[in-house]
């Protein structure tokens, strides 16, 4: 072994993300010459469940030897290091060197199991008993079994040798190899290993790598991103077959590869032992949470992710009964959110009948009224409700992007419109609440959170602007709770006002509204708009990143609650920060502000134009991916905190998440946990399979992943001609279909936009 290449190999195998570790048990985790787990080998355990790294023994031990184990490890990291029932479900087990596999689904530590061995290997393994004659080998050594408690099926044969001489060694390796070749035993698997210093020779029906790459499978991490560490690796060793590959390591006997079942260095390259090694690779690898499951087996994962969808589905009504009762309380409504915010588009909506009712020389109904006899300005119909949102302000983009080759065009007059356009809404507005009016009633309340949700749109494009338009080359984290950037500091205080004085309307208990403060960010957006108009030096590109067309999770309710679960799940001596993803998570980390005012980093994270956009995202290899290697994070502002809450709108394959939990790590930030708006139904199940896709981790939905309290608005994939997300009838976000259909409905919008493409293809 050339140990200066074996060394560098080594050292490019830790640069690797790891998502779970797969242990020997034997030598690899047990004191010296003992049977007994290492002490530091639990608190290493008991760690990495609290990142929620799932963890497999590979053992040739049976199901008696894996009752010692449990009562090894079970109490103590229970009772000692504080792990939960839930933490100790990421334990998995393959025993008899790969047969079976244990899990757990309960209270009781491994009461399920599945078979890695079909029955035709389990035959074969019976036929090979019958046939190896144990009269020869009754002085040379002792043949133990290790059997289903059940069904009394064997699952390997072993020979214990009674001496360690290589001689009698090799004398029952040549029997046992002539059996199997004589009855074309061929799916039988021979390894040699020790046990309590005496060697043995095992015949079983599987090989550790084989399991542990169907445990990949099964437990559904990225496939080859589980660390394997054993300690015999030699090339007749029993750890052989799952150390053979590049993430491998061997604590103890090494197979002379350079690149592969990889001996431990410290850093003075000197090679460590035992459970010595096993701590310090373990201290040294990158080993970090994967949410995004690549390798998962379809069929078991569909199932799984229903029993989850069901319990979301009845587990937040009993959360959102409290926060609909506010509602009721502070509108005199009945259902609550829903009757106040549209649920497909998330839009302040009043009912028809109400809008009648208010009175005609109410000045905000009078601005959202402006429009001609066909269309409204500044407010949408659907079938039975005014919508606070409008084909000129909220919606522009939508109505009057142009399609140019097929593609989505946001032109540099579609951009100076939309300016103009929300200067004019302004303009009114201000003019209107200079009106001494008394807003004080539950109606003219609903008028002013429309109003304040066009305000919080408009700042939202506009911090996407600056971010995109500034920082378009780069990777960047910045907390816009600090002053490095004045413009978008400016813009996010206006945010914080706008978002907290929706808060107070919704949710606080005889809150009194005072309309000047209302006016006063009105004012200062006014301002802004004013002035960023004048500056704007419109060039003949896309704007479509910049100012986007429509943000499919926009309701500030859902957004708002999504962000208090996570809150008030923490502790006051907690100390983080938190961070939205642009695009999506703009808003979040500011209600979060809202929410708990004592946090300072509220950040903003976003990748650049290099590894930007969906289907880039798809098709980066999440074990190699590292940050760096894309000229890594600019951090711009004072940013205080190493843990982060990492916030936004929606989750579905995994993978962007994944990214930045990667994109973290590699900038020395933890990721304490994310909270995401909505999650994706049964229905999207197809599309997580597609190729170079993921599937979302539900095993950590509610402690990892908190929020999920709302349904992603996708429609179902009934047929896939190709790898398109679209439906039989063109469709993806369901939300998005309602808002053209009302757009349509409003006859104000573009030749050549995506809403009169819709209307053609409704008129076929």
């Known amino acids: 072994m050339n140990d200066k290449i074996t060394i560098k190999n080594y050292l490019n195998s830790l640069e690797q993300k790891y998502n779970a570790v797969c242990f020997d048990i034997d030598g690899t985790l047990t004191e010296l010459n003992s049977s007994k787990i290492d002490e530091r080998a639990i608190k290493m355990i008991a760690d990495l469940l609290k990142h929620k790294i799932p963890i497999v023994f590979i053992t040739g031990r049976g199901s008696t030897g894996l009752s010692r184990l449990v009562e090894d490890i079970r109490f103590k990291l229970l009772n000692l290091y504080d792990v939960n029932n839930n933490e100790l479900m990421r334990i998995y087990a393959l025993t008899n060197d790969g047969a079976r596999l244990f899990y757990t689904d309960g209270d009781r530590m491994f009461n399920k199991c599945i078979y890695i061995s079909n029955d035709n290997k389990l035959n074969q393994l019976k036929i090979f008993d019958k046939k190896i004659d144990k009269e020869t080998l009754y002085d040379i050594c002792d043949v133990s079994y290790s059997k289903d408690s059940v069904n009394k099926k064997i699952l390997n044969v072993r020979f214990v040798l009674k001496e360690n001489d290589e001689y009698f060694v090799q004398m029952v390796l040549d029997l046992v190899n002539s059996v199997i070749k004589k009855n074309n035993l061929n799916e039988l698997t021979v390894t040699r290993g020790v046990y ?21 499978r099964i437990i559904g991490v990225p496939k080859a991103s589980m660390m394997r560490i054993g300690d015999c690796g030699d090339f007749i060793g029993n750890d052989y077959s799952m150390l053979n590959c590049e993430q491998g390591y061997s604590v103890d006997k090494v197979s002379g590869a350079v690149d592969k079942c990889f001996p431990i260095f410290n850093d003075n390259g000197i090679i460590l032992k035992g459970i010595n090694a096993t701590l310090y690779l373990i201290s040294k690898a990158k080993i970090l949470p994967t949410i995004c499951l690549e390798s998962s087996v379809k069929d078991v994962y569909t199932k799984k992710y229903a029993k989850v969808e069901y319990d979301i589905f009845h587990g937040k009504n009993k959360y959102l009964s409290k926060y609909n009762q506010k509602i009721n309380e502070n509108f005199e409504t009945i259902y609550g959110i829903n009757d106040i915010f549209d649920c497909n588009s998330g839009s302040v909506k009043i009912p028809m ?24 300005f500044y407010a949408l119909r659907d079938d039975f409700n005014y919508l606070l949102r409008g084909s000129k302000t909220y919606y522009y983009f939508l109505a009057n992007r142009q399609s140019v080759d097929g593609k989505d065009f946001t032109s540099k007059d579609n951009v100076k419109e939309w300016y103009e356009n929300n200067i004019e809404f302004l303009n009114s507005v201000v003019d209107a609440l200079n009106i001494g009016y008394d807003y004080s009633d539950i109606m003219s309340k609903k008028l002013v959170l429309g109003l304040l949700d066009n305000i919080r749109n408009i700042v939202l494009l506009l911090i996407n602007h600056k971010l995109v338009s500034v920082y ?42 005072n309309i ?114 894309y000229d890594g994070i600019t951090r711009i502002g004072n940013i205080k905190s190493s843990n982060i809450v990492l916030l936004d709108d929606n989750i579905l394959t995994g993978k962007t998440m994944q990214l930045a939990i990667n994109s973290f790590y590699d900038d020395g930030l933890n990721v304490e946990n994310i909270n995401v708006v909505r999650y994706p139904d049964v229905n999207r199940i197809n599309q997580m399979f597609m190729k170079n896709h993921g599937a979302v981790d539900y095993n950590l939905f509610f402690e990892y992943v908190t929020g999920l309290c709302f349904q992603s608005p996708y429609s179902w994939v009934d047929f896939q001609e190709n790898e398109t997300y ?3 009838l063109g469709i993806f976000d369901l939300n998005r279909e309602k808002i053209i259909n009302c757009l349509i409905k409003n006859h104000d919008y573009k030749e050549n936009s995506e809403v009169s493409f819709k209307k053609r293809r409704l008129k076929k």
Not at 198 to 216: D, H, L, M, S, Y
Not at 558 to 572: P, R
Not at 608 to 613: A, D, Q, T, W
């Open 516 to 629: 000047c403060d209302v006016k006063n960010v009105v004012i200062s957006i006014n301002e802004i708009m004013k002035k960023e108009n004048f500056n704007f030096a419109f060039g003949n590109h896309d704007y479509s990143k910049e100012y986007r067309a429509y943000r499919e999770i926009d309701n500030f309710a859902e957004n708002y609650l999504t962000v208090k679960i996570d809150a008030d799940k923490k502790h006051n001596n907690q100390s983080f920060g938190v961070c939205g993803m642009c695009y999506g998570g703009i808003e979040l980390p500011v209600i979060y502000k809202v929410i708990n005012h004592n946090i300072e980093d509220i950040l903003l994270f976003k990748f650049s134009k290099n590894i930007s956009g969906y289907k880039n995202k798809q098709l980066v290899d999440l074990r190699k991916f590292n940050i760096n290697n």
């Open 472 to 513: 378009n080359e780069d990777n960047i984290l910045i907390n816009i709770n600090s002053n490095e950037n004045n413009d978008i500091n400016n813009l996010y205080k206006n945010l914080y006002l706008t978002e907290l004085l929706m808060a107070k309307i919704c949710f606080e208990n005889k809150f009194k509204l």
């Open 726 to 728: 679209l439906d039989s």
């Open 353 to 376: 009948y109400e809008w009648e009712m208010i009175d005609s020389t109410n000045p905000l109904k009078m601005v959202f009224a402006t429009g001609t006899e066909k269309s409204l």
């Open 196 to 216: 309590k210093e005496n060697n043995v020779i095992q015949v079983g029906t599987t090989n550790k790598n084989k399991a542990i790459e169907q445990a990949e």
